[in-house]
């Protein structure tokens, strides 16, 4: 059957949120008497739920809860809005919409982050809901999110359904639920992580997605 409803991942598919969720993550180790989070720790940052993304720092669950804390903390009080949304995403939302597909978003970022920043972005109408974690660990992890929209939506049939992300964790979501996965290459995520987690398709750029949606069936 051909594509009815396209997910979206937020951080690095549809905004550039690096500098605001830097920004924090170095608030945070500071505060715990940590030194800033170096390039290469921070490109396997985003994407997975908090409790992987500082596991950098330590093994030790009371630790990364803390450092977790404290990152939302100052994430809340305006890192969340330290963002840009990517050239091209209004116009492909906007195609999309008016060609009939449902569009949701889903992201391991809690949804009472997630849902005011697609709002501030202006992209918020495009979107029938959109749903982040409601809790830490593995109430973050992909699947849990997408098996939610699924639920919301009442999707059956999941070969109707196209993921777009910029992550593997993106893939692998995909990949539980059994919908197509389309990687993006703008985040933060490159190209053979892309590979490996299952994409069937790679934009460079977001002009290339409404034609790549159509063309699976």
């Not at 840009?84 to 978003?105: C, K, T």
């Not at 053979?192 to 069937?200: F, N, T």
Request: net charge negative; with cysteine; aromatic share 10%.
């Amino acid at each position: 059957m051909a594509i009815t409803t396209v997910l979206f991942d937020l951080d690095g598919t549809l905004i550039d949120s690096s500098p605001g969720i830097r920004r924090c993550v170095d608030e945070s180790l500071a505060h715990h008497g940590f030194p800033a989070i170096t390039d290469e720790q921070f490109s396997s940052f985003i994407g997975p739920p908090l409790t992987t993304g500082f596991g950098f720092v330590s093994s030790d669950e009371t630790l990364i809860e803390s450092l977790i804390t404290v990152y939302r903390e100052h994430y809340g009080a305006g890192g969340m809005y330290e963002y840009s949304v990517y050239d091209g995403i209004s116009e492909l939302l906007n195609r999309l919409n008016d060609a009939g597909f449902r569009l949701a978003v889903a992201t391991s970022k809690r949804t009472g982050f997630a849902r005011p920043v697609v709002d501030h972005a202006g992209i918020g109408s495009q979107f029938e809901i959109v749903v982040g974690s409601e809790r830490d660990g593995a109430g973050a992890e992909k699947p849990v999110v997408m098996r939610s929209v699924f639920e919301q939506l009442e999707i059956d049939d999941p070969t109707t359904v196209v993921m777009i992300g910029d992550r593997e964790h993106d893939g692998y979501g995909a990949a539980a639920l059994g919908t197509h996965f389309i990687g993006v290459l703008w985040g933060f995520g490159d190209r053979e992580e892309l590979l490996a987690a299952g994409a069937s398709r790679i934009a460079d750029h977001p002009a290339e997605i409404e034609a790549f949606v159509a063309s699976i069936s």
